[in-house]
């Protein structure tokens, strides 16, 4: 008799249903993970919306997850059940262009776990061995399965190659622009200057290591202007996904300065940008989308040691069980900067 297991399967836009379903088996190269924590971003509140990846459903969704070894499939080594580990969601098919140049995410073939496949709202998923990180067992899971996000904002710090003593601006202070936030004051950019709507998210992204808040935008290129000594930033990082912004972004950076492209968009938009001035002053703009390889080393090393101030993203904690309440009231609660589930099994 196949093994079950329970799963929180989106059975169409906004419904989930929790069901047993075959537990999956590790192939060759494979391993079956045990989940113990999955978070909740922004991308699964799209597919639940059915904004994204509506094609894929059913499916279980769910990419920002930690959890032990539960089996090793054959020909696996170097790894240990019982242990923890976090996981990579991207596959490539390691054999294209971008495969073999390590630029996974333009892979055409790839697979994410949580969108294009089955994912982690269950007790197990099966991966490849490859894509495996072992994780010390003194970080606790609510921390590790924070690597995914953290790693998206380091893999952007990296491309638009962020360093000490450069001046920020980070437009959007949502968790994932709070994550910005935090890397860049342990980098050493100074100063950071974050600009969000809403109030509350300002606060919580000075608790966390922004030098100036704006609520204003009306009052933001003065400010920024003021803190750079009138030339503007050397970055200013799109933590949106508002075409609009870029007109604004534009009058932000410096001559020679760097727009990151980050906060996703609707397909189709096009960039607002002044092309003379992009050549005269040799400006840039550079996307940057998601994490892999890397940057998920990077990202788990930092939490292992502490660099990220995790207590307000790891506070709303429901099991699967709850996962439709957990989904339907994630926009009422603008203060949880995180919502996780938690698998007991
Ligand atoms: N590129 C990647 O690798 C990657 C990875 C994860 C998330 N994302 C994207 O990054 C963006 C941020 O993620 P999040 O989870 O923090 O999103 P979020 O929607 O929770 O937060 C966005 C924040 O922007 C603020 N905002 C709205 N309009 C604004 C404006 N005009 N000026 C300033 N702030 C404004 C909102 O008040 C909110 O706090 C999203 O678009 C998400 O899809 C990209
Ligand atoms: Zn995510
Ligand atoms: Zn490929």
């Given at each position: 008799?196949?093994?079950?297991?329970?799963a929180?399967?989106?059975?169409?836009?906004?419904q989930?249903?929790v069901q047993?379903?075959?537990?999956?088996?590790p192939?060759?190269g494979?391993?079956?993970v045990?989940?113990s924590?999955?978070?909740?971003c922004?991308?699964d509140m799209h597919?639940?919306?059915g904004?994204?990846?509506?094609?894929?459903?059913?499916m279980?969704?769910?990419?920002?997850f930690?959890g032990?070894?539960?089996e090793l499939?054959?020909?696996v080594q170097?790894?240990?059940p019982g242990s923890?580990?976090?996981v990579d969601m991207?596959i490539?098919?390691?054999?294209?262009y971008w495969?073999?140049r390590?630029?996974?995410?333009n892979c055409?073939?790839?697979?994410?776990?949580?969108?294009?496949m089955?994912?982690?709202?269950?007790?197990y998923i099966a991966v490849p061995?490859r894509l495996v990180?072992?994780a010390?067992?003194?970080?606790?899971?609510?921390?590790?399965a924070?690597t995914e996000p953290?790693a998206?904002?380091v893999r952007c710090?990296r491309?638009?190659?962020?360093?000490?003593?450069q001046?920020?601006?980070v437009l959007?202070a949502?968790?994932?622009g709070?994550?910005h936030?935090q890397?860049?004051?342990?980098?050493?950019a100074a100063?950071?200057?974050?600009?969000?709507l809403s109030?509350?998210r300002?606060?919580?992204?000075?608790e966390?290591?922004?030098?100036?808040?704006?609520?204003?935008?009306?009052e933001?290129e003065?400010v920024?202007?003021?803190?750079?000594d009138?030339?503007?930033a050397?970055?200013v990082i799109?933590s949106?996904g508002?075409p609009?912004?870029?007109?604004?972004a534009?009058?932000?950076?410096?001559k020679?300065g760097?727009?990151?492209?980050f906060?996703l968009?609707g397909?189709?938009?096009?960039l607002?940008v002044d092309?003379?001035q992009?050549?005269?002053?040799?400006?840039?703009?550079?996307?940057s989308v998601?994490?892999?390889?890397?940057d998920?080393h990077d990202a788990l090393?930092?939490?292992?040691?502490g660099?990220?101030?995790t207590?307000?993203?790891t506070?709303a904690t429901?099991?699967?069980?709850?996962?439709?309440?957990a989904?339907?009231?994630?926009?009422?609660?603008?203060r949880?900067?995180k919502?996780?589930?938690?698998?007991?099994?």
């Amino acid at each position: 008799m196949t093994a079950t297991m329970k799963a929180a399967v989106l059975v169409r836009p906004g419904q989930f249903e929790v069901q047993q379903v075959p537990r999956p088996e590790p192939g060759r190269g494979e391993v079956l993970v045990r989940i113990s924590r999955v978070g909740i971003c922004g991308t699964d509140m799209h597919i639940f919306n059915g904004h994204y990846a509506a094609d894929s459903l059913p499916m279980i969704p769910g990419h920002e997850f930690t959890g032990t070894i539960a089996e090793l499939g054959q020909d696996v080594q170097g790894l240990t059940p019982g242990s923890p580990v976090v996981v990579d969601m991207n596959i490539g098919c390691g054999t294209c262009y971008w495969c073999r140049r390590n630029e996974v995410l333009n892979c055409p073939d790839m697979q994410q776990m949580g969108i294009t496949m089955d994912g982690a709202f269950a007790e197990y998923i099966a991966v490849p061995a490859r894509l495996v990180i072992p994780a010390p067992d003194t970080v606790p899971t609510e921390v590790l399965a924070l690597t995914e996000p953290l790693a998206c904002v380091v893999r952007c710090a990296r491309k638009a190659n962020i360093t000490f003593g450069q001046s920020v601006v980070v437009l959007g202070a949502g968790p994932i622009g709070n994550l910005h936030v935090q890397l860049l004051r342990t980098i050493g950019a100074a100063p950071i200057i974050v600009a969000d709507l809403s109030e509350d998210r300002v606060n919580m992204a000075l608790e966390a290591g922004a030098d100036v808040g704006v609520t204003d935008p009306a009052e933001l290129e003065d400010v920024v202007m003021r803190h750079t000594d009138g030339r503007g930033a050397d970055v200013v990082i799109e933590s949106v996904g508002l075409p609009a912004l870029y007109r604004q972004a534009t009058r932000l950076i410096r001559k020679g300065g760097h727009i990151a492209a980050f906060g996703l968009t609707g397909a189709d938009e096009m960039l607002p940008v002044d092309i003379l001035q992009t050549i005269l002053q040799e400006n840039s703009i550079k996307g940057s989308v998601a994490g892999m390889g890397q940057d998920m080393h990077d990202a788990l090393t930092m939490l292992t040691h502490g660099r990220i101030r995790t207590e307000r993203f790891t506070a709303a904690t429901y099991p699967l069980d709850q996962i439709q309440d957990a989904f339907d009231s994630f926009a009422d609660r603008p203060r949880d900067l995180k919502t996780q589930i938690a698998l007991t099994h």
